[in-house]
């Protein structure tokens, strides 16, 4: 392997999922992806070396890595640690540069996010402390309709009614679900009512931050096609998705600034 | 696996002893000898969590060492709980306080005054050996009881449950109603209704709507004023004289005089001559009230404004400062951010608002003092209007060339919450800085969410 050929990768280590990117010559080269587990040390290392495997590369290999996500306080492995918001920016900056404003659903919390031409973060806003409207209140909901994750979106657009949900909190929202089922509210409204109250706290998020086309939707939850059409009404604008799984784009902000701290640290010249 | 303790280094001991000693209010005075002793001794055994190697304090292994009035600070942090114990046995008098007061009048009544934080540190450092973890569990132990005995939850909860508990010899409750902390009216109806009758309770009448213009509600809170001096002084057993209350207001102009110029000198450098918990707890010392004894806190401050003159003549940048610090003006009530975990990221604090609004303003000295005094209060630039708050506070974001301002309170602080983004709206529009709003969890002692943030704030700017 050429040194040259200089090799940067970044670590998100969630609270869902454990992700790493590859950037070779400034263009994804590998990426891994996992659960991740209560160890975030071995989480993150087990991402990064499911993407070095798919490159055919050694750790030793890479010129700079740069950890994200909560796990970025436990990452020996990485050369330095920044925070997701950052790393978001920067990631959907690199696939998208007219994109100004960023809606990233995941694990644990979402935010809102506004960025510049550079991929800068100008403001930010996020969930206070509640699972309301992320990933692991949407696992919640489908273990209750014994639905697959991945399915909820689309049942969710079949709906012909909304049914409103007077409770955002993970917890309280699933005896209300139960009960509404109960009632004999059709299981395609309610997920159709989850959908619209956790968009709406969405778009609170961004009356603090403000909207800037082109927007676009990253985190696990943007792989849920129910969630980005409540949340485009809600907002009142059309969302652009990531080409590649929108998981990874916490990571590969991370792997882009890697390469530029590498080369600020004259590590790497372009 | 015990918990790893910090020292304080032999290295720095010789010239933390050519440093002044600290005189108290009953006169008895404490020499760096026998501070240096406590604080290498007596202290690490009595209260280890203060001493604990912890992500908590930063993973910091000591403060700035260098710096012999950081330290003393911590002696008066260390021992304030046993002098509160011995200032009771001596048969002085101690009042629970909320923030937006003045102490003048209770230092006038020889009375001493504390603001909830201290009541509760009074509480926790009662009980010794404690590491932080321990520390915490009880202090949630107790929140918790405060919140089913009082059925609201709010950050002063504590105070009103451990005087209602009889933990504390505290001898008057003296709120003013309507002032800054929405809850304080909850806390002051629990405390009516709980069974402790012995403790006075003194309602002082604050006038609402921000009348300090008006001669007629600075006349009638000056009237309450005296009313409150004069049911101190029916515990006390003593008659304070207007004479007494101007020498207390001459003091503690003293300190706010010595705490604002301390500030200006801090600002007027780039390079900051302390870390950011320096940085506030030697300026906080101009309010004379931190540490329940405004001798020595006066004392301290003395030596400080020494030291920082000396730091920024040599350009000495403070213990574990970043270079090129991104500068924080931090906003609200009784919290702020984790000033360690920020350093690492490299941030430096700047300043805030509450205590310093006190601060920087100094109370008439002549004619009449109850007048003085409520006119004073009643001009606190952290008690205005919005517009007018947020106008100051731009001026201290100026002075003190901030990068970026986080707002930041307690959950359950309905005044904080309220203000918090019409104030950040009005300094956005007037100066464009980055701004951000954060609210602390009442319990926790892992704010990693609350660090997240901080953290993408740091870097955005």
Known sequence: MSLSENFFAGVDVGSLAAKAVILKDGEIFATGLLKSGVNSVESGLSALNLALDAAGLKKEDLTYIVGTGYGRVSAPYANKAVTEITCHAKGANYLHPTVR??????????????????????????????????????????????????????????????????????????????????RGEKPENILNGIHHSIANRIAGLFSRVGITSDVFFSGGVAKNSGMKSAIEQALKVTIVRPEIDPQLIGALGAAVLARSFAKKEGLWAA | MGKQLFRYSEEHKEKFLESENITFNDGSVVTS????????????????????????????????????????????????????????????????????????????????????????????????????????????????????????????????????????????????????????????????????KNVKLINVDYPLRHQADKPWAIEYFAQNLRKLVGTLDEVTGRTTSEEDLLASIKLHNEGRRLGTELSELWWSTDVPPTNSADRASLVGLGNLDNHGDVRASLSVLKEAKKFIAERVKNGVKGHAVPDNPKRIFILGSCVGINTAR??????????????????????????????????????????????????????????????????????GCNTQAAVARPILDVIKREIGIPTYIQERDLHGLQHEQEQNRVNAFIEML
């Open chain 2, 33 to 196: 000898e026998e501070i240096w002793h406590y604080l290498t001794v007596e202290g690490p055994k009595k209260y280890p969590g203060s001493f604990e190697v912890n992500l908590y304090q930063g993973n910091r292994n000591s403060r700035d060492e260098t710096l012999p009035t950081s330290l003393k600070t911590h002696y008066l942090g260390l021992t304030f709980s046993d002098r509160m114990e011995k200032a009771k046995d001596r048969g002085k008098s101690i009042a629970f306080i909320q923030g937006g007061q003045a102490v003048d009048p209770y230092t006038a009544a020889d009375t001493i005054a504390l603001r909830p934080g201290l009541v509760n540190q009074w509480n926790r450092d009662l009980v010794h050996g404690n590491d932080i973890n321990k520390e915490f569990l009880r202090r949630k132990e107790l929140k918790e009881k405060a919140f089913h005995d009082m059925s609201f939850e709010a950050c002063q909860t504590g105070g009103y449950e451990h005087i209602q508990a009889g933990n504390l010899r505290v001898d008057v409750i003296a709120p003013f109603t309507v002032l800054r902390c929405s809850d304080v009216s909850y806390g002051v109806e629990a405390h009516r209704h709980g069974p402790n």
């Open chain 2, 342 to 411: 920020s350093e690492d990221s490299g941030a430096i604090v700047v300043g805030k608002d509450d205590q310093w609004s006190h601060c920087s303003t100094l109370v008439e000295e002549e004619g009449d003092p109850f007048y003085n005094l409520a006119k004073y209060t009643l001009e606190y630039p952290y008690e205005q209007s919005i517009e007018k708050r947020a106008q100051w506070t731009i001026e201290q974001i100026k002075k003190s060339r901030a990068d970026g301002v986080i707002f930041i309170h307690n959950w």
């Open chain 1, 101 to 182: 404003t960023i809606i990233d659903m995941g694990g644990q919390d979402c935010k809102a996010i506004r960025i510049d031409e550079n991929g800068a973060v100008v403001d930010f806003a996020m969930n206070d402390k509640c699972a309301a409207g992320t990933g692991r209140f949407l696992e919640v909901m489908a273990e209750v309709f014994k639905v697959k994750l991945e399915d909820l979106g689309a049942i969710a657009l079949s709906a012909t009614d909304t049914v409103p949900m007077s409770s955002t909190c993970t917890v309280f929202a699933e005896s209300e679900t139960i009960s509404l089922i109960a």
